[in-house]
Every structure is written in C-alpha cells, then in structure tokens.
C-alpha cells in the first residue's frame, strides 16, 4: 500500500547516485519493476541502447598548473593548448574572437551555441557549475552530447565554479586540456507496466529515474517514480477504464530525455492509439508551487484550471514545452503535459549533491499524486478523450527549437 510508511521506504532503499547505463541505474529500474508487479501490474523492462564513456586520464592546466576539472564524456581523446577565451556574451561580435582559442563558458553548450563555437574555430571547451558561495568544491561530469556535437568534437572539460572565478580574476593567459577516453555503446532501459482497458485507446504516464552524476535524485526524480506507483495504485482499484493506462518510468532522461525518445520511436506505430501523455517531473517538496505545463490545446490548461478549483487544489497550468519525457511524446502528435512542484533555487535544488530526500514531504507526495490520480482517471474513463490530438503551432514552433531543428529567436 502508498502511505506514508511506504513513500519513506522507497526514497531510503533508492538513496544512491544511479545514472544512464550503469548498474545503479538498472538496480533502481528492476526495484521500480517489483513495485508496480506487486500493486498488481503487469511490468518488464525495455532496454535501450546508450552512448558511454569511461575517462582513462583528464587533466586541466592553466599557465602550467594543474586544475581541478573533469573531461567531458564523449568528446574525444587528445591535447590542445591554446590562448584562454572567457565568452560572457555569445553574439556574433564576441564569436569573432574564438578562433584558435579555448573557450570558458558561463552556460552549458547547447547544440546551436557548440555549432557557432565550432564553425568559428574554437578548439576547446570549459564550463563549470555549483557556486562560488557553497562550502564544496564539486564537478558535475558533464558530456558532449551526439545530438550537440554532430561528430564535431572538441575537447571539453568541467570546473567547479570557484576555479572558474579563479581563472578569470587571475587574468590567466594559456590553458591546456588533455583527455584520454574509451567510448563505447551500452544499455539503459525502460521500466513498462501496464493496466488493460475496455477500448483501444492508451493514456501513457511517465516518469523518469535516472540521476546526474552527484545527485541521488530524491526530487529529481524519484519523487515523480512514486507518484506513478500512487497513481497506479488508486486506478487499479477502479479499473477497468475505458482507456488502458501505460507507465514509462524512464532511464536516461538527464542526457537529453534519452528514454522517452528511445519509446517512442520504437513504438511509433502504436502511439496512433495514444490519447495523452502525462508526466511527472519532480513533485511533493515541502515548498514550492504545484504547476502543469501543457503541450496540447488551450483547452486543456483552462480544464486544469478549473479541476483545481472544483478540487481546492492549488494549480498554475500553462501552455508550452517542459524540458522532460512529455516533450518527445508531443513531438509524436500525442497531447502531452507535464506536472510539477517547482521549489525556489534557495529551497530545492537539483543535479548536485543536495538533491535528499529531506527537500520532500510524503504527505506532499500523496497529496500531489491524488490530484493527478484524478486528473488521469477523468481522462481515462471519459467517453472519448476531450483533448484533441492536435498540436498547436505555437507549440510546434517550441518543440522544432526544442529539438533543435529551429534556432530560438533573441
């Protein structure tokens, strides 16, 4: 049963950093696996393929001495010295000034942004992440993704955010990356359950599991796995609906929403008799304001709007495209949304090392999946889904930038 006792348990036996494709991951994708068969669920897992790395050597200098700073995954292996570039800005003016340099960024590098870059002939790459205000020293291990890269690689390494500041007030001159990296293919996988109905038409939930490489991932996003085992639990005692309900707890979802998209392209077929996708992205802190982000019609924020209301339950729904799994079911013309407990950074943050599990309430968690339980079994047992299938095309417009198929306008 998903009480208070049961949510406890889950966070503590799931408290442990498990990223894409390693065995930490597919522990916790076998041990959501058991959960849902044990509600009553049929469930099995779907592997899917993944790009890997394993650094061998990484090394950062600056004007001969050693940095702390981890390679970046998937970025090739190799040296380059060169002339020290901090790009604050990255208009066309100060892209003009990479050439032959290595380049520190304030931001990640987006696949447009690592474009520009490359074509202006930077020859490496640093960013760096957490504060110069926090007491660790931390890296996240970051990656050059396919889809970012395009098979143009640049050597690329990651800092804390106090070298970087270091970095920059000392006025260093030449920096010196060296990588040495064995890429390889491996595995993530799925974790599918299911719940028959009377028709042919599915809703699909989703959730992913995956964690970054310092967090254990308690808000982001084991909280949403539990709701899909709340909602699970409280349609199977109502089933059946007229409309078969699939869960998708999802691996990989933190390098680029590599599971849901490895779903639905493998299932393209069958997402004709998708209704709607409903995803759960970080739910149930103690603080912060519960949210939906919807791609679909207008229609659907308006209904959301007044279920909150007729529920007493507080909800700030809106149109658009959320970085999460319901973003590459949207792209397959499936109606989609994503629901959400967005906490302020000084309260909840994620992808480091203070993503525990003291950011969440298990009375939240319940509280949370309650609503979208009935939220899902409105959907499911209506006479027909009211949410059109049709994407709009300000959505559409979201998704190709997205996905980057359109650069974003300034």
Sequence with gaps: MMNLTKIRKILRENDFVHTSGTEEEKKVAEYLMEEAQSLGAKAWLEPFAVPMAKIRRAKLSADGKEVPAKGYFLSGSGSVEAELCYLPNTDRISLSDVRGKIVLLDSGAGHFLYQDLYENGAVGLLTYDGNVHYPDRDIDQKELRPYVSLGKKMLAMNMNAKDAFTLVKSGVKTVRIEIDQEEFDGESQNVIAEIPGKSDDWIILSAHYDTTSLS??????????????????????????????????????????LGSKAYTEAHEEELKSAVLNINLDMIGTYMGRFIACVSAEEALVSYLRYLGAELGFAIAPRQGVYSSDSTPFADKCVPALSFARIAGANQATIHNRYDRIGLLSPERILSDSAFIAEFTRRMADSAKCPVSREIPETVRTQLDEYLNRKRRKE
Aim: aromatic share 8%; with cysteine.
């Design 216 to 257: 254990h991932g308690s808000y982001d996003n084991l909280s949403g796995c539990i709701g899909l085992l709340c909602i699970m639990e409280t349609l199977l005692r109502k089933a059946p609906h007229r409309c078969g309900i699939r869960f998708i707890f999802c691996g990989s979802e933190e390098r680029g929403l």
